[in-house]
């Protein structure tokens, strides 16, 4: 399955052919049965009709930091990957969805300086909030 990016909200569609979830980059040749929506961006994912979705979300991952040891070396130290969900068999009816994804956490600027967090990626549905947290 094609992420392409470490933002990413997929929502996959498991009756291929009939309604549909619309808003991002559709892919449908896996050949597995599902039709994959995949939302590099926020934004909105509008479902045509009531249907089932497995729900994969990952998190924002976190920024490099710096330090500076002794004055003699830099060194970076690596950002954690962002928190990942998965839910399978998520009961969807008709309508549109906010896709909230969470943005990569920026490296430290110089010496002694920390990443930041990634942010966190968050679709609601039926008054259920599903999350995938940032990376540290």
Do not use: H
């Amino acid at each position: 399955m094609p992420f392409g990016s470490s933002k990413v909200a997929i929502l996959g569609a498991s009756n291929a052919g009939g309604p549909e979830i619309t808003g991002g980059s559709r892919y449908d040749s896996q050949g597995d049965g599902y039709i994959y929506e995949r939302f590099t961006s926020s934004g909105t994912a509008t479902v045509t009709a009531d249907l089932t979705v497995d729900l994969f979300l990952v998190g924002g991952g976190g920024g490099l930091s710096n330090s500076n040891a002794y004055n003699r070396a830099q060194f970076s130290g690596a950002g954690g990957g962002g928190g990942i969900l998965i839910a399978t068999g998520l009961a969807v009816t008709a309508g549109d969805y906010t896709v909230t994804i969470g943005a990569l956490g920026s490296n430290g600027a110089g010496a002694s300086d920390l990443g930041t967090n990634g942010g966190t990626t968050i679709v609601e549905i039926g008054g259920v909030r599903w999350t995938g947290s940032g990376g540290g």
